[in-house]
């Protein structure tokens, strides 16, 4: 089959502080990437090193991550020029409501991956027949893959929604990949960045997303009157206003502590992440959390219309990956509880840990106490040794460390002290060899300090320093 190259019409922006545009050939933006001025090499480097250093030093995660992250996001906006993949819009103003014509184009991106995977990524996304461009981001840690789509049924964001989502299944389902939700719009700005080993093919197929679009929304049918048991029995599950009070505050505490959702770092992940942790609320108390979040959370906010989207795409996701619920009951009193059952150390601990086991088992009659006692001391020392090593993903995007805050209450007299003596002995064991162990670099490092302070105090005497 005879192939054509496409001239595909897109805009082009100095940075995405202005709005202005101008119409420019996608062919331009692809020599200006692969070879780019060498201002544009220098600060796409600068991005990437910043980017390195700030996962060097906090991990990738935690509040110092987050502001790291505000701090290159705010360079690539002051310094970086972008493209609108979408096409060209009215008054040359980058404006979702003004879209003029489209490209037949559509981005998808991918972040979070490391700068090798990120290189083979791009490879692999290229091979697709109607892929027309694909290069790495100016992190390095993503991929930009443009799409050719055809000319949308009609002209308007709401119909670039659609056709994003049908992009977004489809990439799912190809290549088991979720890519960022931020580039579901038309005017979407998509930063440029040195790579001289992008991919460009001007003679794309185009891609079939037709199996992919997602329905129509459709409001369901009110029914007139409902019958009257039902509805009281509906009324009776409804919570209190004080219950409800609670709920709300339960889930804005704990999504308050989730990742922040800043555009350009895959910010998309961190609202569907806050989305699931809110599907099991009501819809008034969803939004309540979910807007609090959105507005104190989010760089910059996304639309009530794109928080809507997250919300149903969440809602179609299997239940197993859905987080608890909030609507949890009030804690009971302590003293009306029921005397647990005793502790059944074959039923409890996992049959692939039979030393744990015996251990428990064994210290239980060494120190002539129930094992509920060892049994949660091991597992507390365990978590204390994993502190640094390991990280739980309670769902995709949301990590925390596998500390864990365990509680034994007994009364007096019932051997508590010998229990946490026996059991933290070798944490304490191993905390004196290390202060041991470093004490030699600790007094080294004194010492360095203490002449650092000594020449300090001979240049504000004005003696000369031996060096």
Same mark, same amino acid.
């Given at each position: 089959?005879?192939?054509?190259?496409?001239?595909?019409?897109?805009?082009?922006?100095?940075?995405?502080?202005?709005?202005?545009?101008? /119409?420019?050939?996608?062919?331009?933006?692809?020599?200006?990437?692969?070879?780019?001025?060498?201002?544009?090499?220098?600060?796409?480097?600068?991005?990437?090193?910043?980017?390195?250093? $700030?996962?060097?030093?906090t991990?990738?995660?935690?509040?110092?991550?987050?502001q790291?992250?505000?701090?290159?996001?705010?360079?690539?906006r002051?310094?970086?020029?972008?493209?609108? *993949?979408?096409?060209?819009?009215?008054?040359?103003?980058?404006?979702?409501?003004?879209?003029?014509?489209?490209?037949?184009?559509?981005?998808?991106?991918?972040?979070?991956?490391?700068?090798?995977?990120?290189?083979?990524?791009r490879?692999?996304?290229?091979?697709? /027949?109607?892929?027309?461009?694909?290069?790495?981001?100016?992190?390095?840690?993503?991929?930009?893959?443009?799409?050719?789509?055809g000319?949308?049924?009609?002209?308007?964001?709401?119909?670039?929604?659609?056709?994003?989502?049908?992009? =977004?299944?489809?990439?799912?389902?190809?290549?088991?990949?979720?890519?960022?939700?931020?580039?579901?719009?038309?005017?979407?700005?998509?930063?440029?960045?040195?790579?001289?080993?992008?991919?460009?093919?001007?003679?794309?197929?185009?891609?079939?997303? @037709? =199996?992919?679009?997602?329905?129509?929304?459709?409001?369901?049918?009110? *029914?007139?009157?409902? &019958?009257?048991a $039902?509805?009281?029995?509906?009324?009776?599950?409804?919570?209190?206003?004080?219950?409800?009070?609670?709920?709300?505050?339960?889930?804005?505490?704990?999504?308050? $502590?989730?990742?922040?959702?800043?555009?350009?770092?895959?910010? @998309?992940?961190?609202?569907? =992440?806050?989305?699931?942790?809110?599907v099991?609320?009501? !819809?008034?108390?969803?939004?309540?959390?979910?807007?609090?979040?959105? !507005?104190?959370? +989010?760089?910059? &906010?996304? @639309?009530?219309?794109?928080?809507?989207r997250?919300? +149903?795409?969440?809602?179609?996701? &299997?239940?197993?990956?859905?987080?608890?619920?909030?609507?949890?009951?009030?804690?009971?009193?302590?003293?009306?509880? =029921?005397?647990?059952?005793?502790?059944?150390?074959?039923?409890?601990? /996992?049959?692939?840990? /039979?030393?744990?086991?015996?251990?428990?088992?064994?210290?239980?009659?060494?120190?002539?106490?129930?094992?509920?006692?060892?049994?949660?001391?091991?597992?507390?020392?365990?978590?204390?040794?994993a502190?640094?090593?390991?990280?739980?993903?309670?769902?995709?995007?949301?990590?925390?460390?596998?500390?864990?805050?365990?509680?034994?209450? $007994?009364?007096?007299?019932?051997?508590?002290s010998?229990?946490?003596?026996?059991?933290?002995?070798?944490?304490?064991?191993?905390?004196?060899?290390?202060?041991?162990?470093?004490l030699?670099?600790?007094?080294?490092?004194?010492?360095?300090?203490?002449?650092?302070?000594? !020449?300090?105090?001979?240049?504000?005497?004005?003696?000369?320093?031996?060096?």
């Amino acid at each position: 089959m005879n192939t054509v190259a496409i001239d595909f019409q897109i805009s082009t922006g100095q940075r995405v502080t202005s709005s202005a545009l101008s /119409p420019r050939s996608l062919a331009d933006v692809v020599e200006i990437i692969r070879n780019p001025p060498r201002w544009l090499r220098a600060d796409s480097q600068h991005v990437a090193e910043m980017y390195a250093q $700030a996962l060097r030093e906090t991990g990738g995660q935690g509040a110092a991550w987050q502001q790291s992250k505000r701090g290159i996001q705010d360079f690539k906006r002051k310094a970086l020029p972008y493209f609108c *993949p979408g096409g060209t819009f009215a008054n040359n103003e980058r404006d979702k409501d003004g879209w003029l014509e489209a490209s037949g184009l559509i981005s998808a991106d991918v972040d979070g991956v490391s700068p090798e995977e990120a290189v083979a990524l791009r490879d692999t996304l290229a091979q697709h /027949p109607a892929c027309v461009l694909a290069f790495l981001s100016p992190s390095r840690h993503g991929v930009k893959a443009l799409y050719h789509i055809g000319q949308p049924e009609r002209l308007s964001n709401e119909e670039h929604h659609r056709l994003w989502h049908a992009l =977004a299944d489809w990439m799912r389902q190809e290549y088991g990949l979720t890519i960022d939700l931020a580039a579901k719009d038309c005017s979407r700005a998509c930063y440029l960045a040195a790579d001289e080993g992008a991919h460009f093919n001007p003679e794309a197929e185009v891609l079939d997303l @037709s =199996a992919h679009m997602p329905e129509e929304p459709q409001e369901a049918p009110i *029914p007139a009157h409902e &019958p009257k048991a $039902a509805q009281e029995q509906a009324e009776r599950l409804e919570p209190t206003e004080e219950e409800r009070e609670g709920i709300v505050a339960r889930a804005l505490a704990y999504v308050m $502590a989730m990742p922040e959702s800043i555009e350009g770092t895959n910010g @998309s992940a961190a609202l569907l =992440a806050v989305c699931r942790a809110l599907v099991s609320l009501d !819809d008034a108390s969803r939004w309540e959390v979910l807007t609090r979040w959105n !507005d104190e959370r +989010a760089s910059p &906010p996304w @639309s009530r219309e794109e928080l809507e989207r997250a919300v +149903a795409n969440v809602a179609q996701e &299997p239940n197993e990956k859905t987080p608890p619920c909030f609507d949890w009951p009030e804690p009971p009193s302590l003293r009306a509880l =029921a005397k647990p059952p005793p502790f059944d150390v074959e039923t409890m601990i /996992p049959s692939n840990l /039979p030393w744990l086991r015996s251990y428990i088992a064994e210290s239980a009659q060494s120190l002539s106490v129930s094992p509920d006692w060892p049994a949660l001391l091991s597992v507390t020392v365990a978590s204390m040794a994993a502190l640094g090593a390991v990280e739980v993903e309670i769902f995709p995007g949301y990590r925390e460390p596998p500390c864990l805050f365990l509680v034994g209450l $007994a009364e007096p007299s019932q051997r508590k002290s010998a229990v946490f003596g026996e059991f933290l002995r070798p944490m304490h064991r191993w905390d004196d060899e290390r202060q041991k162990a470093l004490l030699p670099v600790r007094e080294r490092h004194l010492g360095m300090i203490r002449k650092l302070q000594n !020449d300090l105090k001979k240049l504000e005497d004005g003696k000369g320093v031996q060096s």
